[in-house]
């Protein structure tokens, strides 16, 4: 059996599709879906399109490709592209239907081409027929408000497999001069979109010259010197935040967690805080996700109370890895960072943005504040923005500055505007 998959987008048309042009639209589509040996169906209503391309994969990329770069439509978003056992459509080479809003509750069996065909009763249980549903009951609909459209529609690729994960190496037991440090920190804003205003700055650690840090600490944040780094990092973040005049809040990494001293360690940073004049509430410990699966209700614990004396919690990377909703769940954190794969390119990804909506509606039902992390693109915050999302951090809306607090919300109040 040849090797067989479908791909269903949705975009919304850019111009008016009066039964003149989508007849003439389909006229063209049948012809070449025939001689390529591709089926499926296009349904249209009130300015939004769903397609369903079926056959064999480089022939159904090879089109699609062609078709998201029609101007007639924008906004292409890749709900799925899979490979299927069998064709759902074979006998169509680009079934049609037009649904009128009056008419979308009746849409079994309706259409020129649907009309005694009955289309979605015939057809079988499977995810396409899901998706039609979904779109007949108003989701997938592309709307052209408020989105900019990307440049160039993406084929959304099967992922490459990973590499298998290579197991961590023992902590490495290496002397750590502490006083001597040769770190500093960039900050970088976090930055509430809607009030125009910086809700935070994330302290970044750097080395003293302002590179990455990462490769000469990270032997040193899991091994026995971790809870003292934290320490001092945390101690240098803050006093370099207040001598720096910071009023907003301030982020910092925490990244001992799995350590039995965290409540101690927390307790320290509140301290600290204070004797540098940062009142209750103003600093969030950001906690990478990774450190918080397993069983871990006792650090939930220490979460917990130290909320209640003044530190404000936050999950960073949400969404990779295994992390799932249930950590919110356990940790009440009072905001959740989208990891980057969840952010890059959601403007033309169907499942990044099923994903995202359900941890907006998730965050949006708890009071949790969700950001929006790693934007670069205009076309990413314009989705994030549609959906309700304020709260943003990224290198096209603010870089991080060295040593510096940039204040610069010149372009997010183009933004809001
Ligand atoms: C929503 C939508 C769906 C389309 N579906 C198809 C299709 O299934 N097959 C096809 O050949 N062209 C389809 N087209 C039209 C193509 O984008 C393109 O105009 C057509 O293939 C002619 O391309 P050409 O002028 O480069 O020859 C579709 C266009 C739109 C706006």
């Known amino acids: 059996m040849s090797e067989l998959m479908h791909l269903i987008y949705s975009s919304a048309a850019t111009q008016h599709f009066g039964r003149d042009e989508l007849v003439e639209l389909l006229d063209r589509a049948r012809t070449t879906n025939s001689k390529l040996d591709i089926s499926g169906m296009l349904l249209y209503i009130d300015g939004s399109f769903l397609q369903v391309l079926e056959g064999a994969p480089d022939q159904v990329d090879a089109l699609f490709s062609h078709i998201a770069k029609d101007s007639r439509h924008t906004t292409v978003v890749t709900i799925i592209r899979e490979p299927i056992a069998k064709r759902t459509f074979s006998d169509w080479s680009m079934g049609f239907a037009d649904v009128s809003t009056d008419d979308l509750n009746e849409i079994d069996g309706l259409n020129d081409f649907f009309t005694g065909e009955a289309c979605f009763t015939g057809l079988g249980a499977g995810r396409t027929k899901k998706l039609l549903n979904a779109f007949k009951s108003g989701r997938w ?54 009030n125009q205003q910086i809700s935070s700055y994330e302290a970044i650690v750097k080395t003293d010259s302002g590179g990455s840090a990462e490769e000469f600490l990270s032997p040193h944040m899991a091994g026995p010197n971790s809870g003292l780094l934290q320490r001092e990092l945390q101690h240098r ?59 871990t209700s006792w650090f939930a614990a220490v979460i917990q109370k130290q909320r209640g004396l003044g530190l404000r919690f936050s999950i960073d990377h949400f969404g990779d890895g295994r992390s799932g909703l249930s950590l919110i769940d356990a940790y009440q954190p009072d905001s959740v960072a989208l990891n980057r794969n969840l952010v890059t390119g959601i403007e033309s990804h169907g499942a990044r943005q099923a994903i995202v909506r359900g941890v907006i509606q998730t965050c949006d039902d708890l009071g949790i504040d969700l950001i929006a992390k790693h934007v670069e693109t205009e076309a990413e915050i314009a989705w994030f923005r549609y959906e309700g999302v304020e709260l943003f951090q990224g290198t096209i809306i603010a870089p991080p500055t060295f040593e510096k607090l940039s204040g610069d919300i010149g372009y997010t109040e183009r933004l809001a505007a």
């Open 141 to 194: 609909r592309s709307r052209i408000e408020g989105i900019t459209p990307p440049a160039t529609p993406s084929v959304a690729r099967e992922r490459e497999p990973s590499a298998p994960p290579t197991p961590d190496p023992a902590p490495p037991e290496l002397a750590l001069d502490i006083e001597n440090l040769a770190v500093s920190f960039a900050f970088q804003p976090i930055v509430d979109v809607a």
């Open 237 to 295: 973040a803050i006093a370099l935040a207040a001598k720096l005049g910071l009023n907003t809040g301030l982020t910092l990494k925490y990244s001992a967690s799995g350590i039995e001293e965290a409540d101690q360690l927390m307790s320290e940073t509140l301290e600290i805080g204070e004797r540098y004049g940062f009142t209750g509430n103003q600093i969030t410990l950001e906690i990478d996700q990774d450190q918080l699966t397993g069983d």
